[in-house]
């Protein structure tokens, strides 16, 4: 019995290796030339980042196709040293980019490539710092191609910027001090092809003060506060220059400590330096003061009369604004109102040696008496100028209290404020 010849035909199916085999012999050998048919058309690169730090650039490579369904794929990853990539630059740069570095790109079966290395921008941007730590900023980045002109490369964005902003959002939260709460966007198309194409992007931040409000505002005002009641304790009785100068050398400590928490680049000077600035000018203010009028309570009885200007600026004027009028002096108090002549008188024929000694000491008694009478005067009668002295000091301190009461509450309610316009931003 015969059997037929019979032929049979093998089809292989495309595959990914063949598709590589493919690409191999007519595209990776031109991954020095510009992806076109025609060098008069431009290449169109599209721009599609977040602001974390993931940056998405797609272009179209024309040498490239395949049928998705015949290739079983519609896309593949490729070494990118093998195709034609893009030099797209961020001109804002300050340093070399510290991402990871990626070998690989994605193409797609209609030609797309997707470029998605990662890229760590550390840029620079015109800080105002005036509000720190409740201070908003605004900073641009502009994107465009290195070497070639807009006749080669024309730059798009892949996503709207509104669709990028929430996208960086959900990367960005909870992470660091700064919060995302707006983004526009802007591309300038210029009409000279031979000129460079770019894209502008506008970034709006804000800071997350938190840290710094507990690192920095209330630690300061803890120790202002604390120097504000050292008033309360007596200077005639208590040492409270020491106590005011182990505060001083605390807050410094402090300054010298927090220093790195506060900003060090910017054109103006940021609010919270000169509010620590105030503060430790209060404190010294305080030591300064505690002084004078420690002086002036132990020292008041060596002191000239006070001059008519300071009598009349401190207490008449000061005093009467911080509620210490000084009191009228008393009327002089009199020990012995009528001066008895305790000699009695002389009768002729009546001296006698016994009547001699008694007029002795009825005079000495005379004398002894006066004495007393002076002595006590001296001690009951206030000297005036001491009194002006002593109270000039109570004045000072009195004044300079209700100044720093007065500059604390301020300082409150100018944080709460800021604070509120902040967080209704």
């Given at each position: 019995?015969?059997?037929?010849?019979?032929?049979?035909?093998?089809?292989?199916?495309?595959?990914?290796?063949?598709?590589?085999?493919?690409?191999?012999?007519?595209?990776?050998?031109?991954?020095?030339?510009?992806?076109?048919?025609?060098?008069?058309?431009?290449?169109?690169?599209?721009?599609?980042?977040?602001?974390?730090?993931?940056?998405?650039?797609?272009?179209?490579?024309?040498?490239?196709?395949?049928?998705?369904?015949?290739?079983?794929?519609?896309?593949?990853?490729?070494?990118?040293?093998?195709?034609?990539?893009?030099?797209?630059?961020?001109?804002?740069?300050?340093?070399?980019?510290?991402?990871?570095?990626?070998?690989?790109?994605?193409?797609?079966?209609?030609?797309?490539?997707?470029?998605?290395?990662?890229?760590?921008?550390?840029?620079?941007?015109?800080?105002?710092?005036?509000?720190?730590?409740?201070?908003?900023?605004?900073?641009?980045?502009?994107?465009?191609?290195?070497?070639?002109?807009?006749?080669?490369?024309?730059?798009?964005?892949?996503?709207?910027?509104?669709?990028?902003?929430?996208?960086?959002?959900?990367?960005?939260?909870?992470?660091?001090?700064?919060?995302?709460?707006?983004?526009?966007?802007?591309?300038?198309?210029?009409?000279?092809?031979?000129?460079?194409?770019?894209?502008?992007?506008?970034?709006?931040?804000?800071?997350?003060?938190?840290?710094?409000?507990?690192?920095?505002?209330?630690?300061?005002?803890?120790?202002?506060?604390?120097?504000?009641?050292?008033?309360?304790?007596?200077?005639?009785?208590?040492?409270?220059?020491?106590?005011?100068?182990?505060?001083?050398?605390?807050?410094?400590?402090?300054?010298?400590?927090?220093?790195?928490?506060?900003?060090?680049?910017?054109?103006?000077?940021?609010?919270?330096?000169?509010?620590?600035?105030?503060?430790?000018?209060?404190?010294?203010?305080?030591?300064?003061?505690?002084?004078?009028?420690?002086?002036?309570?132990?020292?008041?009885?060596?002191?000239?009369?006070?001059?008519?200007?300071?009598?009349?600026?401190?207490?008449?004027?000061?005093?009467?604004?911080?509620?210490?009028?000084?009191?009228?002096?008393?009327?002089?108090?009199?020990?012995?109102?009528?001066?008895?002549?305790?000699?009695?008188?002389?009768?002729?024929?009546?001296?006698?040696?016994?009547?001699?000694?008694?007029?002795?000491?009825?005079?000495?008694?005379?004398?002894?008496?006066?004495?007393?009478?002076?002595?006590?005067?001296?001690?009951?009668?206030?000297?005036?100028?001491?009194?002006?002295?002593?109270?000039?000091?109570?004045?000072?301190?009195?004044?300079?209290?209700?100044?720093?009461?007065?500059?604390?509450?301020?300082?409150?309610i100018t944080i709460l404020v800021i604070w509120t316009r902040w967080y209704q931003l």
């Amino acid at each position: 019995m015969e059997m037929d010849n019979m032929e049979v035909l093998i089809v292989k199916l495309p595959d990914t290796e063949s598709l590589l085999a493919a690409l191999r012999d007519s595209v990776f050998n031109l991954s020095a030339v510009r992806p076109v048919r025609e060098l008069s058309r431009p290449s169109v690169v599209g721009i599609s980042f977040t602001v974390y730090g993931i940056l998405d650039v797609s272009w179209q490579n024309e040498f490239v196709s395949w049928d998705a369904e015949e290739c079983g794929t519609d896309k593949i990853s490729l070494p990118r040293s093998k195709l034609w990539t893009p030099d797209i630059v961020i001109n804002e740069f300050m340093e070399a980019n510290t991402g990871p570095e990626t070998l690989y790109v994605y193409i797609y079966s209609d030609g797309t490539v997707v470029d998605l290395a990662p890229l760590k921008v550390i840029s620079s941007c015109n800080l105002d710092i005036y509000t720190f730590p409740f201070d908003i900023q605004n900073c641009s980045y502009s994107f465009n191609s290195y070497l070639h002109a807009a006749d080669d490369i024309r730059l798009s964005l892949d996503l709207p910027a509104e669709q990028i902003l929430d996208l960086s959002n959900t990367f960005m939260e909870m992470k660091g001090e700064w919060e995302l709460i707006n983004m526009t966007s802007f591309q300038y198309n210029i009409s000279d092809p031979s000129m460079w194409d770019y894209i502008y992007v506008h970034l709006i931040l804000r800071r997350q003060p938190t840290l710094y409000v507990v690192n920095l505002l209330i630690p300061s005002c803890f120790l202002i506060t604390l120097d504000l009641f050292s008033f309360i304790l007596p200077p005639q009785n208590v040492d409270r220059s020491a106590f005011k100068m182990t505060l001083i050398l605390g807050y410094t400590v402090f300054l010298l400590l927090m220093n790195d928490l506060l900003p060090v680049t910017g054109n103006t000077i940021p609010l919270m330096n000169v509010f620590f600035s105030l503060c430790l000018a209060l404190m010294v203010a305080s030591l300064l003061e505690t002084i004078i009028v420690t002086n002036l309570l132990h020292n008041s009885k060596d002191y000239r009369a006070a001059p008519r200007w300071l009598r009349v600026l401190v207490l008449e004027v000061m005093a009467r604004l911080v509620c210490l009028t000084q009191k009228k002096p008393d009327a002089q108090v009199i020990v012995i109102h009528n001066q008895v002549d305790l000699q009695p008188p002389r009768q002729a024929g009546s001296n006698t040696a016994a009547e001699d000694l008694h007029q002795e000491a009825l005079w000495k008694l005379e004398r002894e008496l006066h004495a007393i009478r002076h002595q006590m005067e001296k001690n009951i009668a206030t000297d005036q100028n001491t009194e002006d002295w002593i109270h000039i000091g109570r004045v000072l301190d009195r004044f300079l209290f209700c100044v720093y009461l007065l500059f604390i509450t301020i300082s409150f309610i100018t944080i709460l404020v800021i604070w509120t316009r902040w967080y209704q931003l």
